[in-house]
């Protein structure tokens, strides 16, 4: 490491720690040379893979790309900034995980997919009628009858009642 002030190469450390967040060390140095003190930060290297788009091009992992879809999603439902943030979190985290060089962007759809199909089921239909491209009103129609199996299965195993006093209330 390069002391800013005289540009020599030999230093001393003498404090190491982890920052709040855990992500990187704070490392306050000492030049032998000049002996003035400098602060240095360390993180980890992440390297993302290359996205393999549909037609064939690759390029970079776009973080604002995968953000802004699922704020499209979501825009006028119940979902916050913050949920949205983690959810592209937890897709960085797996394809960092996966280890892979390429991936399909077919691959982070998918996992944006299951992610707004936990968080919030209009979201959810809203980015696969994008995503997945639907030709007519019956692919779209499929989807939802999906989503309304799922849902009737949810309310019988547990909760029902007041499920059904919801939609009650909302009908009348």
């Known amino acids: 490491m390069k002391c800013p002030f005289c540009h020599e190469t030999d230093n001393r450390v003498i404090d190491s720690r982890i920052s709040k967040d855990g992500d990187m060390v704070r ?4 030049c032998l040379k000049c002996t003035r003190r400098f602060t240095t930060y360390e993180r980890v290297e992440e390297t993302m893979p290359l996205v393999i788009k549909k037609d064939g091009r690759r390029e970079s992992y776009d973080r604002l790309k995968v953000i802004n879809g699922l704020k499209r999603a979501c825009e006028k439902r119940p979902v916050s900034i913050n949920t949205i943030e983690a959810i592209a979190d937890r897709i960085e985290r797996s ?3 996966r280890g892979d060089k390429e991936v ?6 998918e996992a944006a997919m299951r992610e707004l199909h936990d968080t919030d089921q209009v979201a959810y239909v809203r980015f696969a009628s994008v995503y997945r491209s639907f030709k007519d009103i019956n692919e779209f129609m499929v989807e939802l009858e999906e989503l309304l ?6 309310s019988v195993r547990g909760g029902g009642a007041r499920q059904k006093k919801g ?5 009348s």
């Open 149 to 154: 199996k799922e849902r009737k299965g949810i």
């Open 167 to 171: 939609r009650e209330n909302r009908l």
């Open 27 to 30: 490392r306050r140095r000492e």
């Open 104 to 109: 399909a962007s077919s691959a982070i759809g």
């Open 95 to 97: 394809l960092q995980e």
